[in-house]
């Protein structure tokens, strides 16, 4: 019981899980799991977008870079040392120190892509352990106003289970995501036949100089897309159909209950989304202090 508001802050992911799991969603959804209706809110989990984000993956001939491999991380022990010690060296730095708002196609008035560069073979987010192991380098190229929309859903009435995350990438009607991600793979591929490569650059496993249509490169940047940790939108603030808070976050139909995190922001921002967030719950704790 509170006695004076609930502030749920659980994310894009877990706070629409939280709130039809309390019977606040849809009710068709609702019914499936046996859940009690509290209140008809068709928007809750709906409209998830994220920043998708596929590769440029080089083979290196220089061995300077960071790799998972036995020996590499042998020899990466001095760094480690160094660190520890004097927090400097080669471990003090950020792992992606070079990225960059660009424009995929020269026709645009502001960027719609946003690069990623990391010396390291980076892929799956980290889970192709067997692909870091060797020497290279890679561009990640997330499309930063992506079109398609994606859900969170039940699995179960079991608070303990995860919840369905459908990011449903690259499935806008019009094709603009798609567009975009092609294009921007192209861009990066222009930077990285750079000169300034030449001493580093073996050839490019992914996508590969071989795959040079745009339904080949498409393919290609499907095989190994992968997300931005930036999802929002599955709260989202408004007055239509879909929207589950109001301009003060509070949940529409329901006293005194507030969703103040990532999944209020009706579309995604071009770029990363901690700042945002914070700005957000800055704004509404001023609101609240208000009232």
Do not use: W
């Not at 480690?80 to 995929?104: P, R, V």
């Not at 591929?189 to 490019?204: L, N, S, T, V």
């Not at 929002?232 to 007055?239: A, D, L, S, Y």
């Amino acid at each position: 019981m509170a006695n004076k508001e609930v502030i749920l802050s659980a994310g894009s992911i877990q706070s629409p899980q939280i709130l039809m799991l309390s019977g606040i969603g849809d009710k068709d959804e609702l019914e499936k799991h046996n859940i009690a209706l509290q209140k008809h809110l068709p928007g809750v989990g709906k409209n998830l977008q994220e920043h998708v984000d596929s590769c440029i993956l080089v083979r290196s001939k220089k061995r300077d870079g960071f790799t998972s491999s036995p020996m590499s991380m042998l020899k990466m022990l001095p760094d480690t040392l160094e660190y520890m010690l004097k927090k400097k060296g080669k471990l003090a730095n950020s792992m992606l120190e070079a990225g960059a708002f660009l424009k995929s196609s020269d026709e645009l008035s502001r960027p719609d892509i946003q690069l990623h560069m990391v010396p390291l073979l980076y892929d799956d987010n980290g889970r192709d352990i067997k692909l870091m192991g060797g020497h290279g380098y890679s561009c990640h190229i997330c499309v930063l106003r992506p079109e398609s929309r994606g859900s969170i859903q039940l699995k179960s009435n079991n608070y303990l289970d995860d919840p369905i995350i459908d990011f449903n990438f690259l499935s806008d009607e019009q094709g603009k995501d798609r567009k975009v991600m092609i294009d921007g793979m192209r861009q990066v591929r222009k930077i990285m036949a750079a000169p300034a490569f030449d001493e580093y650059r073996i050839d490019e496993m992914h996508p590969g100089f071989e795959n040079e249509s745009d339904e080949s490169i498409l393919a290609k940047a499907k095989e190994r897309l992968g997300l931005v940790y930036h999802p929002v939108g599955t709260c989202k603030m408004g007055h239509d159909e879909l929207a589950v808070v109001d301009t003060a976050l509070k949940v529409h139909g329901i006293e005194a209950l507030r969703v103040i995190d990532a999944s209020v922001m009706p579309t995604l921002t071009s770029g990363n989304t901690n700042a945002p967030t914070i700005a957000i719950a800055e704004k509404v704790a001023e609101m609240i202090l208000a009232d």
